[in-house]
Every structure is written in C-alpha cells, then in structure tokens.
C-alpha cells in the first residue's frame, strides 16, 4: 500500500451541496478501490495563480489517502470526466504506507515529553539562552573592528 496525496480545484460557483456531493464520490472511488482517506482539507476559495475554463477563483480542495497505484489511475479518471473539477495533481508520498505504524507515531508525536524530577523538586525545561548567541555576535564584530 502506498501514501498518496491528490489537490484539486473546484469550480468555485457550485453551491456547498454540490461541493459535498464531490467530496462523497471522491471519497467512495477512493474506499471502493481498496483505499483509504487519511486526511480531506478542504482550503476554500482561492483566486487562481492563472485563469482556468476562464475562471480566476477556485475552491481548493488537499485529500491524502493510502491505496495502490490503480487507485490513483481510477481516480483521476472520474476527475478527468467531472466537468466541475478544474485541475488536480497527485503526488506519492511514500512508497510503503502502513497504517499501525502510522498511528502509533501520530500518538507519539501528539504527546508531550515527559521530565522526571526527584521528589519535592519541579522538572524545569532548559532554555536556550539569547544572551550567549547575542555575545558571540558582538565579539566577531569587535574583532573586526581592531584592524581599523
């Protein structure tokens, strides 16, 4: 299984229902083809970088998914026939996708770092100073100010 990511543009003059009705039946090409949607971002309207089927907006629209490479064919076929979609582009973001591992790194990212401490004393984080990168700078320029 591979991790794929797939961004499109939207006419942006179809109302949120028909927006919805999109989003479902690219979700179901995606979960009848054996895939899996990982995350869908819709990022609104945009004005577009160039007019596209003289249109100068778009509602941008970011779906990362898991599924093989006949899943990525399928897709951009219904999407080369909607009318409504205006552009898209697929990218593989990882060639072997497993979704335990996945997971289990998202949980250990989502948490926070522990610091144990002794009993009766608050764990402290330390701190990067600014003074002692702030003081390296000022000596490198006095150095250079000695040959003057």
């Given at each position: 299984?591979?991790?794929?990511?797939?961004f499109?543009?939207?006419?942006?003059?179809?109302?949120?229902?028909?927006n919805?009705?999109?989003?479902?039946?690219?979700?179901?090409?995606?979960?009848?083809?054996?895939?899996?949607?990982?995350?869908?971002?819709?990022?609104?309207?945009?004005?577009?970088?160039?007019?596209?089927?003289?249109?100068?907006?778009?509602?941008?629209?970011?779906?990362?998914?898991?599924?093989?490479?006949?899943?990525?064919?399928?897709?951009?076929?219904?999407?080369?026939?909607?009318e409504?979609?205006?552009?898209?582009?697929?990218?593989?973001?990882?060639?072997?996708?497993?979704?335990?591992?996945?997971?289990?790194?998202?949980?250990?990212?989502?948490?926070?770092?522990?610091?144990?401490a002794?009993?009766?004393?608050?764990?402290?984080?330390?701190?990067e100073?600014?003074?002692?990168e702030?003081?390296?700078?000022?000596?490198a320029?006095?150095?250079?100010?000695?040959?003057?």
């Amino acid at each position: 299984m591979r991790k794929y990511e797939t961004f499109f543009i939207v006419d942006p003059d179809l109302t949120d229902e028909v927006n919805s009705v999109i989003d479902e039946k690219l979700k179901n090409v995606i979960s009848n083809n054996g895939g899996s949607v990982l995350e869908y971002t819709p990022w609104g309207k945009k004005k577009l970088a160039y007019p596209v089927q003289k249109r100068t907006r778009g509602h941008y629209v970011l779906m990362e998914y898991a599924g093989g490479p006949e899943l990525v064919a399928e897709l951009e076929r219904n999407m080369r026939l909607d009318e409504r979609i205006l552009k898209f582009i697929t990218v593989k973001l990882d060639d072997k996708y497993d979704p335990e591992k996945e997971a289990a790194r998202k949980a250990a990212a989502a948490s926070p770092p522990v610091v144990e401490a002794e009993e009766g004393k608050v764990a402290a984080v330390p701190e990067e100073s600014e003074a002692g990168e702030e003081s390296g700078q000022e000596d490198a320029m006095e150095g250079g100010n000695e040959e003057a």
